[in-house]
T-cell receptor, first 117, second 114 residues
Framework: AQSVAQPEDQVNVAEGNPLTVKCTYS??????LFWYVQYPNRGLQFLLK??????LVKGSYGFEAEFNKSQTSFHLKKPSALVSDSALYFC???????????????FGQGTTLQVKP | DSGVTQTPKHLITATGQRVTLRCSPR?????VYWYQQSLDQGLQFLIQ???????AKGNILERFSAQQFPDLHSELNLSSLELGDSALYFC?????????????FGEGSRLTVL
């Protein structure tokens, strides 16, 4: 079964410093990986995805993620954190049934990012 | 704005009652997904519909049911409610079932069961 894991419940970083939110995956075949952000009392907003191609994926709000096949990781990064980046971040993988995709996403438990001024 | 609309935004009800949550997908999207978000369970997939037909089923309780109508909107029915059903329920949509694209989420319906 497809799965993702986010090993950190919370990440704290000072404003202006680089941030990394970790995600590892377990899939059969090639993974389709996603990052979403959730602000308090809001829905999930899509940040970026990896389907194929370049291992470094650029997304919204200055975020990027690096796909590493050998380490089965898809860490979310940003060179300079903002206080407004403070939110709950979810890594997700698209589910598969047999050789096809069902369409649904399987989410990690989420990582709370706290950026302090 | 994702283009996915969910109503109601908030709902407070009592144990044993029944509620209906409604979702209108993005214009043109054929797939609708329902997720439950609770503090202890995280984001759990409940069920997916594609163009009116059930496509995938997750950890959806027998007390819960859903359907997608010809105009593509979807409803999630929750009955015999228990305290543990209190959660945020999200609807998401996408263009084609089984494609590689992202899901677009609504703002959610927060259900409180007292």
């Amino acid at each position: 079964a497809q799965s993702v894991a986010q090993p950190e419940d919370q990440v704290n970083v000072a404003e202006g410093n680089p941030l990394t939110v970790k995600c590892t995956y377990s899939v059969s075949g090639n993974p389709y990986l996603f990052w979403y952000v959730q602000y308090p009392n809001r829905g999930l907003q899509f940040l970026l995805k990896y389907i194929t191609g370049d291992n470094l994926v650029k997304g919204s709000y200055g975020f990027e993620a690096e796909f590493n096949k050998s380490q089965t990781s898809f860490h979310l990064k940003k060179p300079s954190a903002l206080v407004s980046d403070s939110a709950l971040y979810f890594c997700a993988v698209r589910d598969k049934v047999g050789s096809g995709n069902t369409g649904k996403l399987i989410f990690g438990q989420g990582t709370t990012l706290q950026v302090k001024p | 704005d994702s283009g996915v609309t969910q109503t109601p935004k908030h709902l407070i009800t009592a144990t044993g009652q029944r509620v209906t949550l409604r979702c209108s997908p993005r214009s043109g999207d054929l797939s609708v997904y329902w997720y439950q978000q609770s503090l202890d369970q995280g984001l759990q997939f409940l069920i997916q519909y594609y163009n009116g037909e059930e496509r995938a089923k997750g950890n959806i309780l027998e007390r819960f049911s859903a359907q997608q109508f010809p105009d593509l909107h979807s409803e999630l029915n929750l009955s015999s409610l228990e305290l543990g059903d209190s959660a945020l329920y999200f609807c998401a949509s996408s263009g084609i079932a089984g494609n590689t694209g992202e899901l677009f989420f609504g703002e959610g319906s927060r259900l409180t069961v007292l």
